[in-house]
């Protein structure tokens, strides 16, 4: 069992910057890929990024490329997501998941998930 706790959302303005954390409790964190997917509302849940469990490649949807970075730690156990030059599109719910291998962009494929944290964006 992994349990993954996201924080850092908030309320920012556009062109704004913001860093979300996940934190990773449980069964061995350096195994397992990690993802940040994200649900605006009335939409459906989106993949954002992924990283995989040596931090070697990571993967972005094309909305968020030259934007944000994931990165993680696996002596903390924790994985980012550093938002910078947000808009409004991106104001949406963002989760932290968890799989093993291999690396995916599917929402399904993920075994845990957080329980989210609000990102909101004004213009």
């Known amino acids: 069992q992994v349990q993954l706790v996201e924080s850092g959302g908030g309320l920012v303005q556009a062109g704004d910057s913001l860093r979300l954390s996940c934190a990773a409790s449980g069964r061995t964190f350096s195994g397992w890929h990690m993802a940040w997917f994200r649900q605006a509302p009335g939409k459906e849940r989106e993949f954002v990024a992924v990283i995989i469990w040596s931090g070697g490649s990571t993967f972005y949807t094309d909305s968020v490329k030259g934007r944000f970075t994931i990165s993680r730690d696996n002596a903390r156990n924790t994985v980012y997501l550093q938002m910078n030059s947000l808009n409004p599109e991106d104001t949406a719910v963002y989760y932290c998941?968890?799989?093993?291998?291999?690396?995916?962009?599917?929402?399904?494929?993920?075994?845990?998930w957080g329980q989210g944290t609000q990102v909101t964006v004004s213009s």
């Open positions: 998941a968890a799989k093993i291998p291999p690396v995916s962009r599917v929402s399904d494929d993920y075994n845990y």
